[in-house]
């Protein structure tokens, strides 16, 4: 069977050059344009910062910091930026249906490609991004100066932004493509870094309500309260509540999210501000089942788990599967009972921003952030004490992180210094045990939803604890050498040192008298950086980007597909002697062109990773045998095209091109013998991506229509088993009515997912990637879904 069923696609442009949406016409502050250039002389991380300009001294601190995020466009860095970044702003956010993640968003970019499996990209375990041929977890991601890790599903190194900060609080996201500027304080970053802000409180007293309803039973309520200025010094604070609930778009289960927003505005005369900023969140998620290829056409991409079926489950548990189940490869992890992931998150962080003296300004930020999840799977591989063919595995997890950063920039005539450091604490314990299933008929089944304490399971599995200490140092300087002409060059230090302890082992389960525990250590005393811009014209600029990155190690529980994941003792003290932390040297040349009717980009790299290390996928997915293996080098070369025309009349057309090959250099050996990899696509990521919109305004109508297109995936590192290419075609229509009484910006919002209703695999490889065949690693999109929103600011 063929995945994709072809439909007459809209096509949107047949000229696939480069850039995004300058800003047209001037609109009312939620109808800005999707993107534009913008000029910028330094790849800094953005903050709440003090005017230089003499000009603003007449006006409070308060009143400068301010705009409301609500006139936000999203812009491309264009005039001095030295590398290739861009700016995604809380208008192109507010396109979406609300509560749609802001990662998502970041698919309309060249060379991204997000997954999902659905409609919102909430379903934090089907989410994954590539960025130009890096994986997730080779990229940096920070909130406000806050870092969240690679923002893996499990929180052992970071956060995701879902859970970081409501989507309507984020003022902008800043993608760096190719390499982050050194300042980022990240130890994940091979590749680009995303950045997060988060938008002040309003100047003005007032609110925002904000309702949603769509397809699955979906119900969002968002509201906002901004307490205005307090005092004459400019001291505010804003209080913001999201709550959802949505059906599953296929199977059983209802998904639950809560969320609340603090941020706490201070300023300390004219050239100090003081902001603290509080989240909290709690997620109750029912697992969609993965599929594999044979599953898929066999069954159809519909299939889920049983749930709550708990007598079909039995039922297959004990080998009496349906017919239609039975003609599968592998019958018995064609469906589990259930799964589930629950998760409640703190954040918490204090900045101080000051200006020192003349163009001297000092920026420091304090956090902390606590995580607690609980993951189950229910499956025929363990029976209960009862005599029950199913028992309840689960994995609690527990992260408590501590940090501080602090950057220093001095501007002068010719340069403009950075300089800062970063350091991290990071506690981290995982442990998996097993709870008792009823026997059909006597009792009902454990509810996925409920958090339960490994100390009333019958079985506890493994218990293992991390203590991870990061440290980062850099030093940057752009110097402008003619007014047209700008160098960027600095270098980083970075130290990560991870130490595993070994809590519990069951040699009952794990089958080993003990399991390994020890530490491992990626440290770069300096890891340079070299970037310039010319501007040949006013319109016409040459830009390029020369750095080195390295990765810290992961980290998981036994036998978790990590380098601390390792079977047995041995095992890891080979990985001591022998590991080293993954490199990539980035190469990135490009041309940007800025006319009235026109913008465009085109940028070409080159990547150079050494000692890539891999996780091999064996097994099943619930009884997998995970391995880490250095490949060797890896070369990625890629190319995008992109551009907007603005047409008269409020029109605006939006076309993307990229092309990435990232081929393994070497084979490598295993214990079964050569794997013969080299040349080889790396799995999960598309060669081929085309990217439209186009976007009509008028008054208070704000019509667009985009279309992507991704590639074929992938699944397994030998490229015998892929996923088919897929366009999908999405819609939305939003009116502002203006102000009736009391309310302001009164609007209605209409968004169409998946307009076409394609049939499509979403998600390639997040149950991980085998060496050669098919594996239970996909999952599906959501088929079309209607979603619509009323909101109101007062």
Known sequence: MRLITYRSSIVLATLPFLLYHRSGQAQSQTSSTAIHQAGRTTDTTENTTTSNSAATHHRTRAQRDLAPSRSEEIRVFGGGSTRQMVTISSAELSRAAPGTSAMKMLQRLPSVNFMSADPFGAYEWSTRMTVRGFDQDQLGFTLDDIPLGPMEYDSERGLNINRAIISENIRRTTVSQGAGSVEVPSSSNLGGTIQFYSGDPEMKQGGTLQQTFGSNSTFRTFARYDSGALNRSGTRFYIAYAHSTLDKWKGSGRNEYDQINAKLVQPFGENTTWTTFFDWS???????????????????????????????????????????VAKTNDPMDAAYYAGSGLRRDFVGSTTINTRLGHGLEWRTTGYAIADNGFSTWVTPYESSPNGAPLAMQGRNEYGRRFGFNSHITWKTKRNEFHAGIWYENNDYEQDRALWEEPVLGQGAPLSPYTWRNPRSAFMNEWDYAFNTNTFQFYMADTYHILPNLQINAGFKTLIDTTHSHVILNNPAFTGQSSLPDGGLTAEAPALPQISGNWKITRNDEFFFDISKNMSGYDFSGWNQGSAFGTTDASAFAAQERNLRPQTAWVYEAGYRMHRKWFDGLITGYRVNFANRLIALAEGTIINSVSTVQNVGSVTMNGLELSGTVHFPHHISLYNSFSWNRETYDNNYNT???????????????????????????????????????????????????SAPHYFITNLGVRYDFGSFGILKNLNLQLNVYNLLDQHWIAVVGEEGNPVQGDYQSFMPGAPRQFFGTLAAHF
Not at 300 to 306: A, F, L, R
């Open 282 to 324: 709690s997620r109750k998620e029912i697992d969609y089942q993965d599929l594999s290829m044979n599953y898929i056409n066999v069954l159809g991409s519909n299939w889920d788990n049983y749930y709550p079926n708990y007598a079909a489950a039995y039922h297959a548990a004990q080998g009496q599967f349906s017919s239609q």
């Open 671 to 721: 214990a079964s013998g050569e794997v013969r990899v080299r040349g080889k696509q790396a799995p999960n990521m598309p060669m081929l991506m085309w990217k439209s919109q186009l976007t009509y305004r008028y008054k208070g109508l704000t019509f667009d229509i985009d279309e992507n297109y991704v590639g074929h995936r992938y699944v397994d590192y030998m490229n015998t088993v």
